[in-house]
């Protein structure tokens, strides 16, 4: 205090620190009390002049020797200590100033920030998923991580057991289908059913089931049962247990789970929405899907089909295959292009589907066959139509005669075994439009290794290219099935859609498809067939 | 003959047996070729491997050297598929796929835009025979499709196959879309480079160099994924220069423009018929697709490697290297403003003129 003390007078600079508004204290080199002021004597009542600083003060203050300030408790307040060194008398001057405050705001920022990081992984994790068990699983983990030792959630009835996950102090999960009783939980039935949370004080952990005090968790300390609020409906219920060893919930902590919960059960009910959609969504395209046959009676068949939009799985095409009922009958095969797309277009198809099964026994007259499906689409929604193609096959000998019939499609090509590519001589309007239909049906003789290409017009309209804004057109599809003669169907049904594919590009295309009808390649023969002349 | 040289003599004559019948398009020889093999004590897990998957790695190799036509690689490629669905429905793979009922889940499909489909088939049987139940996509699956599948059926692990490196950005799209999912990602094929370099690049949680390798990788543990979604820049941090989002998108532009000029600069090209033009376009629309890959990845030898790869291809269909450079010119002179473009271009011309002495050098 030099500085100090060459202008004022030591009693001066007394005066001034004993009148300060923090607590001062000042020792000797011996750590003794020389002098305090009142706030000083308020803090720390036994403190006085002539008493060891270390017999009054808590050791946090005395045992610091430096000059950096230090912080500690004293009784249930927090102070910050400065030590002045001072030169003249070799002692320390403590300044003290109070803290509590800070450190109580600093605490609750940081419980906030912990919560609010919390949520924010939960959220995350929560939201990648839309698979229901994953998404349990998920909730499970996280609050087993954050909130207890282990967590529980369960899901409203499903036939005669509870679904369960269940994830423990190590941190993994399993899931179960448990018949319990949830009213042997205090609070958990009611949880179930969407009521307001019990106070987890209400909750006694000795009345925890086997099946939620689990092995390995220990003696249990604390419960809390919340619900999983769902859209409008309990998702389910979320059970977190805490070992004894482990403090019980704060109220902080009981509005964290809270707010936990709200976003696992909003995440589970759009699992469970996504799941019930996608599996709609699934039954139609089984539906729409076609039959696996590839092998008819002396005919082989491939079909590819890829859809357009990238978010729409139920196009617009679809193709339909009805084998002879006899052997040397004429199997149907069925190209179709459905205006519109999505669950009408899929409601659509179907009644054609349907309408043409029922008109299979009349499938030696195709244009019998449409006039008459004209006739059923006429009745419904004039809106909507469709383009055909039916191709009738049978086998002659080792050849496969065809009877083809477009109706407002473009005609089947049939690439030739030596490369020649023919558009199919028939035509015809589409259906579901006019009261009155015409279509020319052309018969088609394919020899062995010979394809019919069926396609809908996704595949010659699709854009793009090198230049980016050309049309793959007809001209192209021919060029490229020239390459393809006698190849199996199912390679050249691929190289159509990928040509076309690559064609579009990452632009937008149509619904593209392509049946590939081939009179098989007599087997070679060996083994037994040889001694059949 | 030792044995381990006994064994690899045998399976090179099936491996022989198997490419004679594929190539000639014969379905039932092919059938009956692996199926000797398999009563000859070949088991079923080395007959994909080391049979049919090195038969269609012959195909591909002999297509480049312009040994077999198109159609041909078509057909071998589809008899093998039969192939490999006639295994399918052996006696011994039903057995094998029934030893380990609830082994866990595993979906596989190729990248979107990716057609070589017979890698990722094949490792679906590998991992049907380990036991493990397998939802095969096929080829070409688009992403959203693929994670759609993912959250209807939340799989223990993805595996994603691609062979051609310009699907690697679709690639990524893939790996991160199925990450966010929490669902681990597992890749191989062609496109990921020798070493899997790509895969560790584009954030892949594995890698493997073939089927066998990516079954031993599953049958270990794979690592949990945390889900988290992120941008393509977290992973390439290059990528905030638009340089690649700037050359895919103009890239049907630069083809026209490439096309034009060189009508001018190559006297040729008048006598040119519309496919030859459309395949010459088509070609230099490739040149871009890979230069914009390279970009996307920051890794000029992946472009300067697709040049030496299309010098071989055309000099086995008897066309001069020499043609690319005046079209690897004009496509520099619209990218001056793009540093790592031209870099990367200028890294390419020198791999070529490496290879064309290289070619001329013997002679």
């Known amino acids: 205090?030099?500085?100090?003390?060459?202008?004022?007078?030591?009693?001066?600079?007394?005066?001034?620190?004993?009148?300060?508004?923090?607590?001062?204290?000042?020792?000797?080199?011996?750590?003794?009390?020389?002098?305090?002021?009142?706030?000083?004597?308020?803090?720390?009542?036994?403190?006085?002049?002539?008493?060891?600083?270390?017999?009054?003060?808590?050791?946090?203050?005395?045992?610091?020797?430096?000059?950096?300030?230090?912080?500690?408790?004293?009784?249930?307040?927090?102070?910050?200590?400065?030590?002045?060194?001072?030169?003249?008398?070799?002692?320390?001057?403590?300044?003290?100033?109070?803290?509590?405050?800070?450190?109580?705001?600093?605490?609750?920022?940081?419980?906030?920030?912990?919560?609010?990081?919390?949520?924010?992984?939960?959220?995350?994790?929560?939201?990648?998923?839309?698979?229901?068990?994953?998404?349990?699983?998920?909730?499970?983990?996280?609050?087993?991580?954050?909130?207890?030792?282990?967590?529980?959630?369960?899901?409203?009835?499903?036939?005669?057991?509870?679904?369960?996950?269940?994830?423990?102090?190590?941190?993994?999960?399993?899931?179960?289908?448990?018949?319990?009783?949830?009213?042997?939980?205090?609070?958990?039935?009611?949880?179930?059913?969407?009521?307001?949370?019990?106070?987890?004080?209400?909750?006694?952990?000795?009345?925890?089931?086997?099946?939620?005090?689990?092995?390995?968790?220990?003696?249990?300390?604390?419960?809390?049962?919340?619900?999983?609020?769902?859209?409008?409906?309990?998702?389910?219920?979320?059970?977190?247990?805490?070992?004894?060893?482990?403090?019980?919930?704060?109220?902080?902590?009981?509005?964290?789970?809270?707010?936990?919960?709200?976003?696992?059960?909003?995440?589970?009910?759009?699992?469970?929405?996504?799941?019930?959609?996608?599996?709609?969504?699934?039954?139609?395209?089984?539906?729409?899907?076609?039959?696996?046959?590839?092998?008819?009676?002396?005919?082989?068949?491939?079909?590819?089909?890829?859809?357009?939009?990238?978010?729409?799985?139920?196009?617009?095409?679809?193709?339909?295959?009805?084998?002879?009922?006899?052997?040397?009958?004429?199997?149907?095969?069925?190209?179709?292009?459905?205006?519109?797309?999505?669950?009408?277009?899929?409601?659509?198809?179907?009644?054609?589907?349907?309408?043409?099964?029922?008109?299979?026994?009349?499938?030696?007259?195709?244009?019998?066959?449409?006039?008459?499906?004209?006739?059923?689409?006429?009745?419904?929604?004039?809106?909507?139509?469709?383009?055909?193609?039916?191709?009738?096959?049978?086998?002659?000998?080792?050849?496969?005669?065809?009877?083809?019939?477009?109706?407002?499609?473009?005609?089947?090509?049939?690439?030739?075994?030596?490369?020649?590519?023919?558009?199919?001589?028939?035509?015809?309007?589409?259906?579901?439009?006019?009261?009155?239909?015409?279509?020319?049906?052309?018969?088609?003789l394919l020899d062995p290794g010979e394809t019919c290409v069926l396609y809908t017009d996704g595949i010659t309209e699709a854009r793009g290219g090198p230049l980016g804004d050309e049309m793959f057109g007809e001209r192209r599809l021919r060029e490229e099935l020239a390459q393809c003669a006698g190849m199996p169907p199912e390679a050249l049904a691929e190289r159509v859609q990928m040509l076309a594919s690559q064609w579009a590009g990452d632009g937008d295309h149509d619904d593209m498809a392509v049946i590939a009808i081939t009179a098989a390649r007599p087997a070679r023969t060996t083994g037994q067939e040889r001694q059949i002349p | 003959m030792t044995d381990v040289a006994q064994r690899n003599d045998d399976l090179t004559t099936w491996t022989d047996d198997l490419w004679q019948a594929a190539v000639a398009g014969d379905e039932y020889a092919a059938t009956d070729a692996a199926l000797a093999a398999l009563d000859h004590g070949v088991d079923m897990e080395t007959l994909l491997i080391e049979v049919v998957a090195r038969v269609q790695a012959r195909v591909g190799q002999e297509w480049a050297a312009n040994r077999i036509t198109v159609a041909q690689e078509h057909s071998a490629t589809a008899v093998n598929e039969r192939v490999i669905a006639a295994l399918a429905l052996h006696p011994a793979t039903r057995d094998a796929a029934r030893a380990e009922p609830g082994r866990g889940r595993i979906t596989v499909a190729c990248v979107d835009g990716e057609w070589h489909g017979l890698p990722a088939r094949l490792l679906a049987e590998v991992l049907r025979l380990r036991g493990w139940r397998v939802d095969h996509l096929g080829a070409q699956v688009p992403t959203p499709h693929l994670i759609a599948h993912l959250h209807r059926t939340g799989p223990d692990a993805v595996a994603l196959s691609s062979s051609i490196a310009t699907r690697l950005p679709a690639a990524h799209a893939a790996i991160t879309a199925c990450q966010a999912t929490g669902t681990p990602v597992l890749v191989g094929g062609a496109a990921f480079g020798l070493d899997g370099r790509y895969a560790r690049l584009l954030g892949a949680d594995a890698w493997a160099p073939d089927a066998r390798a990516a079954a031993d990788r599953l049958d270990g543990d794979l690592p949990a994924v945390a889900p988290a979604s992120r941008h393509s820049t977290d992973d390439l941090p290059h990528l905030d220069d638009q340089e690649y989002t700037l050359v895919t998108r103009s890239a049907s532009r630069l083809v026209r423009h490439v096309m034009s000029e060189l009508e001018q600069r190559v006297p040729e090209m008048a006598r040119y018929t519309a496919q030859q033009r459309r395949h010459t376009a088509e070609d230099i629309a490739h040149l871009v697709d890979f230069l914009a890959t390279a970009l996307y990845l920051n890794d000029p030898e992946l472009f300067g490697g697709f040049l030496t790869w299309m010098a071989g291809i055309l000099t086995a269909r008897g066309v001069p290297a020499s043609v690319l450079h005046p079209a690897l010119d004009l496509i520099a002179s619209r990218l001056t403003e793009f540093p790592r473009a031209t870099a990367t271009l200028a890294h390419a011309r020198a791999a070529l003129r490496a290879a064309e002495s290289r070619a001329a050098g013997p002679a």
């Not at chain 1, 030591?10 to 002098?35: C, F, K, N, S, Y």
């Not at chain 1, 689990?214 to 003696?219: A, I, K, N, S, T």
């Open chain 1, 1 to 444: 205090m030099a500085g100090l003390t060459s202008g004022l007078g030591r009693e001066a600079t007394d005066a001034m620190w004993r009148a300060a508004p923090h607590p001062v204290l000042v020792a000797d080199a011996d750590g003794v009390i020389e002098q305090l002021n009142e706030p000083a004597r308020l803090i720390l009542p036994q403190a006085a002049p002539g008493v060891a600083l270390a017999a009054v003060a808590p050791a946090w203050l005395v045992e610091e020797a430096g000059c950096v300030p230090v912080r500690g408790p004293i009784g249930d307040r927090v102070f910050e200590a400065r030590p002045v060194r001072d030169d003249d008398h070799d002692g320390v001057v403590w300044w003290l100033t109070e803290r509590t405050d800070d450190e109580r705001v600093a605490e609750a920022l940081r419980v906030e920030r912990e919560r609010t990081a919390f949520l924010v992984d939960a959220s995350n994790e929560l939201l990648a998923s839309l698979n229901l068990d994953r998404c349990t699983e998920v909730v499970a983990r996280l609050a087993t991580r954050y909130l207890a030792d282990a967590a529980l959630v369960i899901l409203p009835l499903a036939g005669r057991r509870y679904p369960v996950a269940y994830c423990g102090p190590d941190g993994r999960v399993v899931r179960e289908q448990l018949a319990v009783d949830p009213h042997e939980v205090p609070g958990l039935a009611e949880a179930l059913q969407g009521f307001p949370p019990m106070p987890s004080r209400w909750i006694d952990p000795a009345a925890a089931p086997g099946w939620l005090a689990r092995e390995g968790l220990g003696e249990l300390g604390s419960m809390v049962v919340t619900a999983l609020p769902g859209h409008g409906v309990s998702a389910g219920a979320l059970v977190l247990l805490r070992r004894s060893g482990h403090a019980g919930f704060s109220e902080g902590e009981e509005v964290a789970a809270r707010l936990f919960s709200a976003r696992a059960g909003a995440a589970m009910s759009a699992a469970r929405l996504y799941a019930e959609q996608a599996s709609i969504t699934e039954t139609l395209m089984r539906e729409l899907l076609p039959p696996r046959t590839r092998h008819l009676d002396g005919v082989e068949l491939a079909a590819r089909y890829r859809p357009s939009g990238l978010s729409e799985r139920v196009g617009g095409d679809f193709y339909d295959l009805h084998p002879a009922p006899e052997e040397g009958g004429e199997s149907l095969i069925v190209l179709g292009d459905v205006c519109g797309k999505g669950l009408e277009a899929a409601v659509l198809t179907g009644k054609i589907r349907n309408t043409l099964q029922a008109l299979l026994p009349m499938a030696d007259d195709h244009h019998r066959v449409l006039e008459l499906l004209n006739g059923a689409l006429l009745s419904g929604d004039r809106s909507l139509f469709v383009t055909l193609v039916l191709a009738s096959a049978r086998r002659v000998g080792t050849r496969v005669s065809l009877r083809l019939t477009s109706a407002g499609h473009p005609p089947p090509l049939i690439v030739r075994a030596d490369g020649r590519v023919e558009a199919a001589r028939t035509g015809g309007t589409l259906i579901g439009m006019l009261e009155t239909i015409t279509s020319t049906t052309d018969t088609v």
